[in-house]
Each structure stands twice: as C-alpha cells, then as structure tokens.
C-alpha cells in the first residue's frame, strides 16, 4: 500500500538555522498538507497546498514558514530562522481530492536549541 | 472555542472490558469525521470516516458511529495491541479542506 514518506525522521538545529523538511506524498495525490504536533499537544493544521500554490493555512503558518513542491514528487517545508517553540513533530499529509482520508507520513521530529 | 473535544483523556481496560470513546464537535456543515489511531512517535494512521448522521463503519474491534454532534468509537473486547491515542478529526464546510483534531484518548489495555 502506498505511504508517504518524510526525511529526515529526527533533526537538531540551533536556534536562527534554516531547515528543510521533505516529503514524498503519495503518487496519485493533488492535496498536500503540513500539520505539527508539539510534544503532549493535539496536532496542528500548518498549510495545505494545491495545483501548485498555498490553498490555506493557519496563524501558525506565518512569514518565517514556506513550502514549495520543486519537481513532481518532493513536497518540502522550510522554516527560515527557527526558533525554540518551533519543537515539534512535523507531519506530511496527503490526499487524493481534498475529502478523501488524509495519509500521514511517519513524521519528523525536529529540536531546536 | 475548541471545535472537537475528546474524552476521556486517557482510558485503562483489562482486556477483553469493551468500552467507548467519545468525540464531540461543535462546527457547522461538516463534511467528515475521522478517526486516526497514534502509536507513540509515529504518524496517525487512518481508521474511518464518517459522513453523515446515523452512520456506522466497523473495523475488526472497532466500530464508529456519528450523531449530529458527536461519534463514539467503540471498541469490543479490545487486546493489548489496540494500546494507542486515538484521534478524531473533524473536516467542515467553513473551514475548506484542514482537517481539526481533537487532542485525542490515550488508551491501555492491560492483559
């Protein structure tokens, strides 16, 4: 059955650093998403992406966040100062049409000092 | 003003002591109800989607149903391996296609 998948499964990065987040969505699907979960919280709505462009996004998607789908199968996320609240998991999602079950990936867990 | 409230927090079954998890959502023209299961580090995992009112879909021990302000998922003599945080997402008319989740039911079943 095809899964998303997401690299890196874990990253450390210090505090102003820039990172990127992939994402490998399932092959059939147009809707893309990205959610965070940060430790003991419920999971978090970031941005959903369509036909190439933001279709929305929450208040915590604010200017420091970017996403871009550079070739027909990566789905990345870019955070461009990190800062410590930023700790969280980070979920890709996929979907075939925006009602369907959403997929997960298995997510990235990402710490800043 | 959360939109989906879960309880109970967490939940301690022997196994085999069926019981129910509870979902209740507060936003208007929905357009689905899912139900995700969370293993610890991991991604959820899609169980169900409901739809529409009076609606039921079962899963091995699991089985779903939806009212016009709530779904229970009910689990019937449930074994260790079903330990997990179940979550419910909710999706609306109001809020297009972002998905609202509930902070979810952490339950443990003890052999």
């Known amino acids: 059955e095809p899964e998303v998948t997401q690299t890196p499964s874990h990253q450390v990065t210090q505090m102003g650093q820039e990172v990127i987040l992939r994402c490998v969505p399932i092959s059939n699907h147009l809707y893309f998403y990205w959610y965070r979960q940060i430790l003991g919280q419920k999971v978090e709505f970031l941005v959903s992406f369509y036909n190439n462009e933001i279709s929305e996004k929450s208040e915590i998607f604010d200017d420091q966040f970017s996403v871009e789908r550079p070739d027909g199968s990566n789905f990345t996320l870019k955070i461009r100062s990190t800062k410590l609240e930023d700790s969280a998991m980070y979920f890709c999602?996929?979907?075939?049409?925006?009602?369907?079950?959403?997929?997960f990936g298995p997510g990235t867990r990402l710490l800043v000092l | 003003e959360d939109q989906v409230t879960q309880s109970p927090e967490a939940l301690r079954l022997q196994e085999g002591e069926s019981s129910s998890l509870n979902c209740s959502y507060t936003v208007s023209g929905l357009r689905g109800l899912f139900w995700y299961r969370q293993d610890p580090g991991k991604g959820p995992e899609f169980l169900f989607t409901l739809y529409s009112a009076g609606e039921e879909k079962e899963k091995e021990r699991l089985k779903a149903t939806l009212t016009k302000k709530e779904s229970f998922l009910h689990i019937t003599a449930p074994k260790p391996e079903d330990s997990a945080t179940y979550l419910c997402a909710v999706q609306a008319a109001d809020t297009g296609n972002q998905f609202y989740f509930g902070t979810g039911t952490s339950l443990t079943v003890i052999p």
């Open positions: 999602a996929s979907s075939e049409d925006g009602s369907n079950p959403v997929g």
